[in-house]
T-cell receptor, first 111, second 114 residues
Framework: QQPVQSPQAVILREGEDAVINCSSS?????VHWYRQKHGEAPVFLMI?????EQMRHEKISASFNEKKQQSSLYLTASQLSYSGTYFC????????????FGKGTKLSVIP | KAGVTQTPRYLIKTRGQQVTLSCSPI?????VSWYQQTPGQGLQFLFE???????NKGNFPGRFSGRQFSNSRSEMNVSTLELGDSALYLC?????????????FGEGSWLTVV
């Protein structure tokens, strides 16, 4: 079942912070975050494993709440380069060979 | 290290035709998966291959097929094209030892069916 991402879209000014949430109704093994710019391929940001630690990529960090089956992506002091659509992809088990993606959150950072 | 390479990047086909898309994974990656991306449905899993064997298949009709060669390169084929098959087709590869089976996408093949 497709994870639910919120918000669907957000506009930030440079330097502002944002949080993107990804929720699932199924138990999760891992959560994968990607950013896609218009006309380009999704780029891997980070992965969070069940029982693992919070991860960080530059000024972007993420957490994984196993009990709530939810992951959050935190963008701190946003930069223009952060603009794009953020997708979370979920893997339900270690032996699962597919990622089920949310519909994405469109982030626009303006000067 | 070269990334995932997909060819062709852009193509236009007519309804009823078939198309073959090619993917070369990152060197050393033996798993290749394919995704379809459309504005309405988002990223949807098509199938995944490892060592020339299909390990998993998404909920797509039999017109969508794929295969993997001994050098890990993969192809996907769509037969009897429909207008709704217009989409960005993304190939992704992963290393068997990667934590959580992280996948890395190629730039995709843009298919337009007219």
């Amino acid at each position: 079942q497709q994870p639910v991402q919120s918000p669907q879209a957000v506009i930030l000014r440079e330097g502002e912070d944002a949080v993107i949430n990804c929720s699932s109704s199924k138990a999760l093994y891992s959560v994968h975050w990607y950013r896609q710019k218009h006309g380009e391929a999704p780029v891997f940001l980070m992965i969070l494993l069940k029982g693992g630690e919070q991860m960080r990529h530059e000024k972007i960090s993420a957490s994984f709440n196993e009990k709530k089956q939810q992951s959050s992506l935190y963008l701190t002091a946003s930069q223009l380069s952060y603009s794009g659509t953020y997708f979370c992809g979920l893997r339900s088990g270690a032996g699962s060979y597919q990622l089920t993606f949310g519909k994405g959150t469109k982030l626009s950072v303006i000067p | 290290k070269a990334g995932v390479t997909q060819t062709p990047r852009y193509l236009i086909k007519t309804r009823g035709q078939q198309v073959t898309l090619s993917c070369s994974p990152i060197s050393g990656h033996r798993s290749v998966s394919w995704y379809q991306q459309t504005p309405g449905q988002g990223l949807q899993f098509l199938f995944e291959y490892f060592s020339e064997t299909q390990r998993n298949k998404g909920n797509f009709p039999g017109r969508f097929s794929g295969r993997q060669f001994s050098n890990s390169r993969s192809e996907m084929n769509v037969s009897t094209l429909e207008l709704g098959d217009s989409a960005l087709y993304l190939c992704a590869s992963s290393h068997p030892d990667s934590s959580g089976n992280t996948i890395y996408f190629g730039e995709g093949s843009w298919l337009t069916v007219v």
